[in-house]
């Protein structure tokens, strides 16, 4: 099971992506890409003409929950577990209930506001992070890829973090083996 424990290990100990895993890499990141240009899109119009917030920013909401704390503990050296998701689902709580009792309704355009930032920094961080980590070949987790790239800039080493969710790791790892005979 995945955990959003840090985990960092010395410079090093993991495996550098190969061909596939920078391809998976770039994909991933494309991807990322691609919701934050959905997001910029509707940048002025958050609500529709029916008054609820735009289908793209409700698609990133789950996915964006579910990722935040990879982002913040792997991306930021933190290790503050769960909370970033917790806060983040708070926010949008609180938000949304305060709507509700002053308007009527849950989906304010202050919701929608708020929403539309976090999702562009999540997905505008991954995104980026997903692509320099395919360009550079950085080790392990994606969100340490900024991280390789001061170390190869100035020769200050950083830590790496193997990829605690999705197929990254795996397929770090059999690259690896594979060239390895």
């Known amino acids: 099971m995945a955990t959003t424990d840090l985990k960092l290990s010395t410079p090093g100990s993991l495996p550098r992506p190969g061909p596939v895993g ?37 698609n990133g909401l789950p996915i964006g929950l579910f990722l935040v704390s990879y982002v913040v503990n792997i991306g930021f050296t933190k290790s503050w577990k769960k909370r970033p998701v917790v806060i983040s689902a708070s926010v949008f709580l609180l938000i949304a209930s305060f709507g509700y009792l002053s308007q009527g309704i849950f989906e304010t355009n202050l919701l929608a506001q708020v929403i539309w930032g976090w999702e562009l920094y999540v997905f505008s961080h991954l995104g980026l992070a997903f692509v320099l980590s395919g360009i ?46």
């Open 136 to 181: 550079i070949g950085s080790a392990g987790c994606e969100m340490r890829a900024f991280h390789e790239l001061y170390t190869r800039i100035t020769g200050v080493p950083t830590k790496e973090h193997y990829c605690p969710i999705g197929p990254l790791h795996s397929i770090d790892q059999w690259e690896a083996q594979r060239g390895q005979r």
């Open 22 to 58: 920078r391809i998976v890499r770039l994909s991933f990141g494309m991807l990322c890409i691609w919701q934050v240009t959905g997001l910029l899109q509707v940048t002025g119009d958050l609500l529709s003409n029916d008054d609820h917030i735009r289908s793209v920013l409700w």
